[in-house]
């Protein structure tokens, strides 16, 4: 079974600074996806970047890029620029390529504070 | 896009009873997946649904635990004789299975669920 494991329980970040969010997995599989997904408190959980594993590329959606090692099953988020809103929780989930298997798998959640 | 709807927010019952969730997915989502999450940690998957097929359920969902989705719209997720450990947030999340298998979840607001 994969897991995936959230080493940092609570980070902070200066305001206009960077942060990176560290998560790791387990499997065995060679084709999956990578996911980090936001939940600010008291709200719905919203995608902020995914990996194909396939990719070598690393995903970049704005102010969030993600750090992918496949050999070292490391997927890291990092924020740039930090802004106030980016204060939540976030978790990072794998889930199998494989067919008829689309449930996600997630770590224990990291949460980011943003200080003014 | 309206986003998943799912109703009540909050639900407080008393050891014993039976309770029930609904889930309005995207619509045209044809995959619906409900997960629960409790305090501290990740959201774990229970069960997944194409259109009005149950195609996956966690070890998690006991027999206490029924989902379904008749007609492929709405799901009910309905928890019999619900125990202490029953409480926590039960999140509700669609796909479509168009553009590809690595389509993202879309979450829901969640229902909490706190038995007395």
């Known amino acids: 079974a994969q897991t995936v494991t959230q080493s940092q329980p609570e980070m902070s970040v200066q305001e206009a600074e960077t942060v990176t969010l560290s998560c790791t997995y387990d499997?065995?599989?060679?084709?999956?996806?990578l996911f980090w997904y936001k939940q600010p408190p008291s709200r719905q959980m919203i995608l902020v970047i995914r990996q194909e594993a396939y990719k070598q590329q690393n995903a970049t959606e704005n102010r969030f890029s993600v750090n992918f090692q496949k050999a070292a099953k490391s997927f890291s988020l990092k924020i740039s620029d930090s802004q106030l809103g980016d204060a939540a929780m976030y978790f990072c989930?794998?889930?199998?390529?494989?067919?008829?298997?689309?449930?996600?798998?997630f770590g224990k959640g990291t949460k980011l504070s943003v200080i003014p | 896009d309206t986003g998943v709807s799912q109703n009540p927010r909050h639900k407080i019952t008393k050891r014993g009873q039976n309770v029930t969730f609904r889930c309005d997915p995207i619509s045209e989502h044809n995959r619906l997946y409900w997960y629960r999450q409790t305090l501290g940690q990740g959201p774990e998957f229970l069960t997944y649904f194409q259109n009005e097929a149950q195609l996956e359920k966690s070890r998690l969902l006991s027999d206490r635990f029924s989902a379904e989705r008749p007609k492929g719209s709405f799901s009910t997720l309905e928890i019999q004789r619900t125990e202490q450990g029953d409480s926590a947030m039960y999140l509700c999340?669609?796909?479509?299975?168009?553009?590809?298998?690595?389509?993202?979840?879309?979450f829901g607001d969640g229902t909490r669920l706190s038995i007395l």
């Open positions: 989930a794998y889930r199998s390529s494989g067919a008829g298997s689309y449930q996600l798998t």
């Open positions: 499997t065995s599989e060679s084709d999956y996806y």
């Open positions: 999340a669609s796909s479509p299975t168009g553009g590809g298998s690595n389509q993202p979840q879309h």
